[in-house]
C-alpha cells in the first residue's frame, strides 16, 4: 500500500497500454555504463560458444549475408521509459543458433567493452529475439550498440546488449554486468521485475 | 551497510521532507528523513513513487546526492536534489510542490556501478554536465569525508555562474575543482564547452589511472568519454551515467 503525495495530480497520458511504471517517449534514449566502443564492420564478429567449447563464428560478411529479417517492436527500459514501434533489421537468433549443437538452459552475452548480461536460452528462440543492426532503415549508431545489437524486446532493454560480440551457452546461470549490482535476474517489464527480489 | 544495501528485496519507505534548500532557479535539495534507511554508496539512485488522489501513479528515478553517512558524526540524511525539467511530470511536484513535512515514497538505493566506495584506491576524477553534478557531489562529499581530497579532482561543465549546484559548499571544498562556463562566465574566464585542452589542463592525466565518473546529458557524456578515451584513459576506468535525450537525431 502506498500513500497519497499531497498535492500530486498527475498528468496522464492516453494512449496504449504501457507495461506498469513506464512512461512513453517519443526520443531515444542513450544509457551505457562507459564510452561507447567505436566497432568497425570489418573488424566485428560474432559468436556462439556450446557449454562442450564448440565456437561458432561469423564476421561482418558472413552474418549479413544470413536470411534478414524486419521487425517492429516496442522497447521497455527499466529506468522506466518505453518506446513504441521501433523499426529494425537483423538476423534472427533462431537462424545463428540453428546448427548449434547444445543443451543449455542458460546465455551470457558478452559485448566490445566488456558488457555482460544472461538470459534463458529460451528467451532468444522462437522469433523472440534478433542480431540488430539496422534501426528506421539506417546503420544502428554507435552509441545505440552498432554496428549491432542484440534485441530481445520483451525484457527491460538492458538485456538487448549493444555492441554484441557473442553468447556463451552454459548449464549454469552466471549473472550479467547489472545483474550483479542489484538487477533484477531476468527483467520482466510486464511483471516489473527491476531490482534483485522483485 | 551501504554494500548489504545491494542486497535482498528493496521495499518502499514513506520518507518525510525534513527541509528544503534552494540550489539554484531551477533547482532545489529535497532532505529526507527515512526510517530505516540501509545506508547507500555515494553515486547510488532512488526511485521516487508520486501517487494521486484517484490512485494514479508516476515514478522516476533520482540521484541522491548526501554520502552515507553524511556527517562524520555519522548523521542520517537522504538529499535528492531535482533540477525541474520544462513539461515533466514529477520534477516540478518535486520542485515547486512538495514542502516540509510532506512524506514522499522512495525505494533503494539502487545501482553498483556509477558508484565510488570509500576502500577504492586511487585518484577520483569527476566530470559533470548541469544536473550531472548531483551523483558527482555525493562521490565528493563521500571522499572528503574520507579525507581523500588530494585524490579528488572535479570539472564541471555549466551555462553560467548562476548554474552552479551547490555553490557555496564547491567554494569552500579543499578539492580541486575546476569550471567550464559554456554561456556566460566571470570576467576574465575561457567560455566553452569541455574540450581536449580543457581535460588536458584540469583533469587527471592517463598515467594516473584515476577512476572517471562522467554524468550529464547524453550528448556531453559522449563527447567527454570520447575526449577521454581518445586522450588515454581506459575504458575500463571510465564509468558514465546519461540522462535526456539523445540529442542530434538518434
Not at chain 1, 45 to 56: K, L, Q, S
Not at chain 2, 4 to 17: D, I, K, M, P
Request: hydrophobic fraction near 35%; proline fraction near 8%.
Amino acid at each position: 500500500m502506498g500513500i497519497v503525495s499531497p498535492g500530486f495530480t498527475g498528468r496522464r497520458r492516453s494512449g496504449p497500454e504501457l507495461p506498469p511504471g513506464q512512461y512513453l517517449t517519443e526520443d531515444f534514449p542513450v544509457l551505457s555504463a562507459g564510452p561507447t566502443p567505436q566497432i568497425r564492420p570489418e573488424h566485428w564478429e560474432f559468436t556462439v560458444t556450446t557449454e562442450t567449447g564448440e565456437v561458432h563464428r561469423w564476421d561482418w560478411q558472413a552474418f549479413t549475408g544470413l536470411p534478414q529479417e524486419q521487425t517492429v517492436q516496442d522497447l521497455h527500459c527499466v529506468t522506466r521509459w518505453s518506446k513504441l514501434g521501433t523499426s529494425w533489421q537483423g538476423v534472427s537468433l533462431d537462424v545463428l543458433l540453428e546448427d548449434v549443437e547444445s543443451a543449455a538452459d542458460y546465455a551470457l552475452v558478452q559485448c566490445y567493452g566488456g558488457y555482460t548480461t544472461n538470459l534463458p536460452v529460451e528467451d532468444l528462440l522462437d522469433g523472440q529475439a534478433w542480431i540488430a543492426h539496422k534501426f528506421d532503415g539506417e546503420d544502428l549508431a554507435p552509441e545505440h550498440g552498432g554496428p549491432a545489437r542484440l534485441l530481445v524486446p520483451h525484457l527491460y532493454l538492458w538485456k538487448s546488449a549493444k555492441w554484441v560480440r557473442g553468447i556463451v551457452l552454459s548449464d549454469t546461470d552466471e549473472p550479467g554486468f547489472w545483474e550483479t549490482v542489484g538487477y533484477h535476474e531476468y527483467g520482466d517489464p510486464w511483471r516489473e521485475q527491476r531490482y534483485a527480489g522483485d | 551497510m551501504a554494500g548489504t544495501a545491494l542486497r535482498g528485496r528493496l521495499t518502499w519507505r514513506v520518507a518525510t521532507v525534513s527541509a528544503v534548500r534552494e540550489e539554484t532557479q531551477t533547482a532545489r535539495t529535497l532532505v529526507l528523513d527515512v526510517p530505516d534507511w540501509p545506508g547507500h554508496l555515494a553515486g547510488q539512485h532512488v526511485d521516487v513513487r508520486l501517487t494521486a488522489p484517484d490512485g494514479y501513479r508516476a515514478m522516476r528515478s533520482y540521484s541522491i546526492a548526501s554520502a552515507w553517512p553524511s556527517s562524520p558524526a555519522g548523521g542520517a540524511k537522504v538529499d535528492l536534489t531535482v533540477e525541474q525539467v520544462p513539461d515533466g511530470e514529477v520534477s516540478p511536484y518535486l520542485g515547486q510542490v512538495i514542502g516540509v513535512g510532506d512524506p514522499l515514497e522512495i525505494r533503494g538505493p539502487v545501482g553498483g556501478w556509477f558508484v565510488w566506495r570509500p576502500e577504492q584506491p586511487g585518484p577520483i576524477q569527476l566530470i559533470g554536465g548541469g544536473s550531472g553534478m548531483v551523483p558527482l557531489m555525493a562521490i565528493l562529499r563521500a571522499a572528503e569525508l574520507a579525507g581523500r581530497q588530494p585524490d579528488v579532482r572535479l570539472l564541471y561543465s555549466v551555462r553560467r555562474p548562476e548554474s552552479v549546484l551547490y555553490a557555496g559548499e564547491l567554494a569552500r571544498s579543499k578539492s580541486e575543482i575546476a569550471f567550464a562556463y559554456t554561456r556566460e562566465g566571470p570576467a576574465g574566464e575561457r567560455i566553452g564547452r569541455i574540450d581536449a585542452e580543457v581535460l588536458a589542463r584540469s583533469a587527471w592525466s592517463p598515467d594516473v589511472g584515476a577512476t572517471v565518473y562522467v554524468c550529464g546529458p547524453t550528448p556531453f557524456v559522449e563527447t567527454v568519454a570520447d575526449l577521454l578515451v581518445a586522450a588515454g584513459h581506459d575504458p575500463a576506468q571510465v564509468r558514465t551515467e546519461r540522462f535526456g535525450p539523445s540529442g542530434g537525431g538518434r
